[in-house]
Nanobody, 124 residues
Framework: QVQLVESGGGLVQAGGSLRVSCTAS????????MGWFRQAPGKERDFVAG????????EYADSVKGRFTISRDNAKNTVYLQMMNLKAEDTAVYYC?????????????????WGQGTQVTVSS
């Protein structure tokens, strides 16, 4: 069973960049499709980006296309989310999630493994 730990969140000004990371342990990382989700106060947990097991396929929410890039390094058991041109509305707790088998899914309930989250705050 895989355990996920996020890192790299923080405070950044609007228009700035930030990279968050998620490191896995306890499982075969390349077995998992990985996703990033985010949750703002009082809102649902929304899909941000997903990546296939070996990185060949990625998907993004429309709100982050062209600004965010998901990538993974299976040798380091880590998935990344590079965020550029950040906006105030990107402020949220960012979670990484993993699921086994099948395609990239944007529904949070489809992911069985979750990290504890990392706060990203964008000041305007």
């Amino acid at each position: 069973q895989v355990q996920l730990v996020e890192s790299g969140g923080g405070l950044v000004q609007a228009g700035g960049s930030l990279r968050v990371s998620c490191t896995a342990s306890g499982g075969t990382f390349s077995s998992y499709i990985m996703g990033w989700f985010r949750q703002a106060p009082g809102k649902e947990r929304d899909f941000v980006a997903g990546i296939s097991r070996f990185g060949g396929v990625t998907e993004y929410a429309d709100s982050v296309k062209g600004r965010f890039t998901i990538s993974r390094d299976n040798a380091k058991n880590t998935v990344y989310l590079q965020m550029m041109n950040l906006k105030a509305e990107d402020t949220a707790v960012y979670y990484c999630a993993g699921r086994t088998g099948g395609p990239i899914i944007s529904t949070a309930l489809s992911y069985g493994y979750w990290g504890q989250g990392t706060q990203v705050t964008v000041s305007s």
